[in-house]
Structure formats: C-alpha cells, structure tokens
C-alpha cells in the first residue's frame, strides 16, 4: 500500500526536513521571527501548489478546494504585520502526472500533523497570533488524512506509479529543506 511505503521510503528526507524547520522555529523570539519563517513555507508551499494544481483536480481529490494552503500562510504573514515583498527562492521538484503531484502533495498535507506542537512552542515564546496555517482542520485533522491518504491509495495502481509518487514525495522534502539550507549558507 502506498501510504505506507511512501512514509517508510520518505524517513531521511522528512528527518532532514524537520531538522531545518526545529532549527529555525527554536530561533524564533518574537513575531518577526515567526513570519520570517512562515516566509519560508510561504515561498515553497506557493511553488509547489502551482506545480501540481494542473494535476490535482476536484474529480481527483474531491476536498482539495477545501484544503489548507499557502493562501494560510500569506494571511498569517499579514496577521503578524509583514509582507510578501521579500521571500527565499525555491526550486521544485519535476511533477509530469497525478500520480506524482499526490506524491508532492503527501508531504504538504503531512505537515499539517505537526501543526498543534508547532503552536504550543509558539506560544511558549509568546507568540500568539498568525497561527491559521499550523492550526490545519482542527478537530477534522485526522478526517482530512484519510480522506487523503484513501486517495493516494486509490491512485497508485503500479508498482512503477507508487516509485513515481515516493521520488516526488522524497523530492518535494528535500526542495523545501534547500530553502532552510540555503539561508543558512548565505549567512556564512
């Protein structure tokens, strides 16, 4: 089953990720810090979207339009008194078919469980507000997942068509950990 092997043959990538994100979120002190990061998911998350939306459709997965996305993540921007003018640079992974784009889309929608601890160690710095994005569907969370992970299920028929999907799930982690990395090396 897909969901299952995606999220084993995904552990390095999705580890390496987190480290990233951990590293910037410890940083955080105050609300500038926070939309610095929110920047971050901001810049990738807007990417990604656009690369995979010719792919994930209604007739695909029903609730897209329903789901959390970068539009979250710009509102809390402007919550937090910032702006959009000035984000890091992205690169994405290439997504050619559905099966793929639902690949990417497995690490988006997965970021989303982490959202509560996320939260917590914001308002353990005082940080209070802009929290819409890592809020993700509240009570319908675990709902949402299955909605998801039965879809992704659903679509990967092949072997191959699950190798497409773990490549561009692997890809789609290592991307958006770039943009943490890449920030770090700038400042060297």
């Given amino acids: 089953m897909l969901s299952t092997n995606?999220?084993?043959?995904?552990?390095?990538?999705?580890?390496?990720?987190?480290?990233?994100?951990?590293?910037?979120?410890?940083?955080?002190?105050?609300?500038?810090?926070?939309?610095d990061l929110l920047k971050h998911f901001y810049a990738y998350f807007s990417h990604i979207e656009q690369t995979i939306k010719p792919y994930i459709t209604g007739s695909v997965l029903p609730d897209y339009e329903q789901r959390r996305n970068s539009a979250y993540i710009k509102a809390d921007?402007?919550?937090?008194?910032?702006?959009?003018?000035?984000?890091?640079?992205t690169t994405v992974?290439?997504?050619?078919?559905?099966?793929?784009?639902?690949?990417?889309?497995?690490?988006?929608?997965?970021?989303?469980?982490?959202?509560?601890i996320i939260v917590k160690m914001l308002e353990k710095v005082g940080v209070n507000k802009g929290v819409s994005f890592f809020s993700g569907y509240g009570e319908a969370t675990g709902k949402m997942w299955g909605n998801f992970i039965t879809v992704l299920n659903?679509?990967?028929?092949?072997?191959?068509?699950e190798e497409q999907a773990i490549k561009a799930?692997?890809?789609?982690?290592?991307?958006?950990?770039?943009?943490?990395?890449?920030?770090?090396?700038?400042t060297v």
């Fill in 6 to 35: 995606i999220k084993e043959a995904t552990k390095t990538a999705h580890q390496n990720l987190e480290k990233q994100v951990v590293l910037k979120l410890k940083a955080i002190r105050n609300h500038a810090d926070y939309a």
């Fill in 77 to 89: 921007i402007l919550e937090l008194g910032s702006d959009i003018s000035e984000i890091p640079y």
């Fill in 93 to 116: 992974p290439k997504i050619e078919n559905t099966v793929q784009a639902l690949g990417a889309l497995y690490v988006l929608e997965g970021s989303i469980m982490g959202g509560s």
């Fill in 154 to 161: 659903e679509q990967a028929k092949t072997e191959q068509e």
């Fill in 169 to 186: 799930a692997n890809g789609t982690f290592e991307h958006f950990a770039h943009v943490f990395k890449k920030e770090k090396a700038d």
